[in-house]
């Protein structure tokens, strides 16, 4: 068993409950494709910010870590995360046509936050994909 990453002590703090639902703004949905197909063919990685309304999950923004990049991964310093940002999970880009973890995304994923994006080449809403914190495929919804 892994030790509880810092994101992840953050929602045992802030009292998070179960999600029966995510949703994305719209805006963020539009920022996250954008920079992925500036950043191509290198990976870009971000963690998502929001809060938990109820059952819901709501993404309304980006938060950007000190962070090391190539086309064959991202690496984000998650212990440069102010205390209580409202971090709930993760956006990476894949520069290849494949949206499904990798066994170091599936380690990350399950250390920091809720709910994680995925997004592959050649980064439309068609290749997003998104996961929680055990790697399993989950569905969410672009809101305005």
């Not at 080449?121 to 790697?135: D, F, I, S």
Request: proline share 8%.
């Amino acid at each position: 068993m892994y030790p509880m990453g810092l994101v992840e002590k953050i929602f045992a703090l802030a009292g998070f409950k179960p999600v029966r639902r995510v949703v994305v703004d719209s805006e963020v949905m539009d920022e996250v494709l954008e920079i992925a197909r500036r950043s191509h063919p290198h990976e870009f990685a971000a963690l998502l910010e929001g809060r938990q309304e109820g059952e819901v999950l709501h993404v309304t923004g980006l938060i950007f870590l000190p962070s090391e990049t190539s086309d064959e991964g991202a690496v984000m310093d998650v212990l440069m995360l102010p205390p209580f940002t409202g971090a709930v999970g993760s956006v990476h880009s894949h520069p290849g046509p494949v949206n499904l973890p990798s066994a170091a995304d599936l380690h990350f994923f399950s250390k920091n936050g809720l709910f994680h994006l995925i997004i592959a080449h050649p980064y439309t809403m068609e290749t997003v994909a998104a996961y929680t914190r055990n790697g399993d495929p989950v569905d969410f919804e672009v809101v305005p």
